[in-house]
């Protein structure tokens, strides 16, 4: 059973870059035609999808957030990282990653706990 | 970006009762449609994908259908676990985008 655990620093200063790391368990990063994404929920809000990579480092950025976020894969780790440049108190969520499985249709399918992250000085 | 309209935003129901959401997309989208239930402090979970199909482990009850741009999910009769917030999503086309949400009360 796969297994998605995201960890980084709870408290980010403004302008500065978010950082998260997703650690994958219970199965090889590398097997199977799966993506792997990040996406986010702001308090009371609904979810928005940041982007997502593919093993071979191919990756898909929303263009609403195009510009700050870079996300990249480290197969031998078996983790994949968010990068979100000069923060605001906007990009203040609870941060997931997710495996982004196909079966007829890709539909996110193992998620990780979340992880809230705010932006303040 | 396609947009995705869910409705009603929030709901009132009893155990027991039947109850349809629906999504509605900006453009056609086939069958790319998934159903997603979130409780509060949890991870979403997905229940239907590709419009249709009932995710591994998800209880019958739950079913899922509609192409193109109109799509339901239905919870055939309540159970006190279902009370929580459904989302739906496409994926279709990135970026992946998700329905606002209905909020599914007692």
């Known amino acids: 059973q796969v297994q998605l655990q995201e960890s980084g620093p709870g408290l980010v200063k403004p302008s500065q870059t978010l950082s998260l790391t997703c650690t994958v368990s219970g199965g090889s990063i590398s097997s199977g035609s799966y993506y792997w994404s990040w996406i986010r929920q702001p308090a009371g809000k609904g979810l928005e999808w940041i982007g997502r990579?593919?093993?071979?480092?191919?990756?898909n950025y929303n263009p609403s957030l195009k510009s700050r976020v870079t996300i990249s894969v480290d197969t031998s780790k078996n983790q994949f990282s968010l990068k979100l440049s000069s923060v605001t108190a906007a990009d203040t969520a609870v941060y997931y990653c997710?495996?982004?499985?196909?079966?007829?249709?890709?539909?996110?399918?193992?998620w990780g706990q979340g992880t809230l992250v705010t932006v303040s000085s | 970006d396609i947009q995705m309209t869910q409705s009603p935003s929030s709901l009132s129901a009893s155990v027991g009762d039947r109850v349809t959401i629906t999504c509605r997309t900006s453009?056609?989208?086939?069958?790319?449609l998934n159903w997603y239930q979130q409780k509060p402090g949890k991870a979403p979970k997905v229940l239907i994908y590709a419009a249709s199909s009932l995710q591994s482990g998800v209880p019958s009850r739950f079913s899922g259908s509609g192409s193109e741009t109109d799509f339901t999910l239905t919870i055939s009769s309540l159970q006190p676990e279902d009370f929580a917030t459904y989302y739906c999503q496409q994926s279709y086309s990135t970026p992946r985008t998700f329905g606002q949400g209905t909020k599914l009360e007692i």
């Open positions: 997710a495996r982004d499985y196909y079966d007829t249709a890709y539909y996110f399918d193992c």
């Open positions: 990579i593919y093993t071979s480092g191919n990756t």
């Open positions: 453009q056609s989208i086939s069958n790319y």
